[in-house]
């Protein structure tokens, strides 16, 4: 496929990454929203309401709802009825510990609803490590409740260094759970950028995952490990960061940026409460300078077509500039370092 | 051309520089569509026949519509059907 389109920015993003509420009951120590107890500032309910007026008359396809944990606020399942009123599609990133029965209820008799619960270690001594002491068994109970209700869900894994070793023992969880593995990309956002350095993936460890994506293609990953993926995932999702030009974020406060992993000053398009969201989409500077962004020191790697530079908040985080290649990629993993 | 055609259920589609671009909840989840400026989202309503469409479009433009481009939209249409975005349907009486 080719994505000039995507690369000039669509009319209005496909879907948008909506944090609805900073808060969570746990602390997981790779938050990429530094998500916790403090509530902070939030959109009201009607504050919400408006938001998806405006998502739904820009003809957004998709809301993925996160946090924060979204079960968290009392009005959530209002807010995924007023999406599915305009046909909004909503996919719900839980940390699966606060779901009670008038939630899962709901969840069974909605189509338009995908859900993903968290977990990040196939054994409850790593996935608690990262998540917080007993959410393994919680998670796990919960799990057991919605395949006892017959709700579909996914399985959402942040890989670092301490589940890498565990990741076949997460895919075989998942599918005896009747569940689809998702893979999603450890970036330094939030409380990541404290974790970075003791939780990421060293070269090896990434040259490894990348040939286990290879081989297990039932694997999601939400388009997160282009810039690692082989020529044998290829076809199976975008091979280009989609920050700007298909995708852009909802903070709780209704700031928009670009992406989650992307809320920094530079990139701020401005507070959706103030401005249309077709105004921030097309006029924002912080859009269009990743909409035009050519990473030149990338464009003579036989990779380029694959990945296109990679994942621009990680280049940007580790090397304060733009105009870098992401420094996880897989050609960075097979040659020696400079 | 005596045919309508409606979005299938879980499919969107909305209108881009290009042409179109559909959505499905029934995956792949999207599909561009280079189908430039006479095929609109509203066509698939299934309340026009193609060959309505063709001529409220020609008298809107006020262009002409070679047979080359009537067969490239006919294909177009076909292999939509065929990814299961849209079916056919008769359109109103």
Known sequence: MKHWEIHNGLSAPVNVTWEITRRCNLSCIHCLSNSGQDKGEELTYEECLYVIDQLASNQVFQVNFGGGEPFLREDFLSILNACHRHDLVTCISTNGTYLNDDSLDFLKQREMVYLQVSMDGGSPKTNDLIRGMGSYRQIVKTLDRLNSKEIPFSINTVLTRLNFPEISNLYSFAKDHGAKLRISRFRPAGRGKEAWESLRLGREELKDFSQWLSDHKDVATGDSFFSLEDEKRKGLGLNLCGAAKFTCCLDPEGHVYPCAFLQDSLFYGGNILNQTLNEIWSQAHGFNLLRTLRVRSCESCFRYESCHGGCPAVAYFMGKSLNIPDPECLIYCIQPAS | ?93
């Open chain 2, 1 to 93: 051309m005596d045919q309508a055609y409606r979005l299938r259920l879980g499919v969107r589609v909305r209108k881009e520089k290009f042409g179109l671009l559909f959505y499905s909840r029934n995956g792949p989840k999207l599909t561009f569509v280079y189908s430039g400026q006479w095929i609109r989202p509203d066509f698939f309503s299934g309340r026009f026949t193609l060959s309505e469409w063709l001529d409220h479009e020609r008298l809107k433009a006020r262009k002409e519509m070679n047979e080359d481009l009537l067969k490239a939209i006919e294909t177009l249409l076909s292999r939509l059907v065929n990814k299961g975005l849209i079916i056919e349907t008769l359109g109103d009486p």
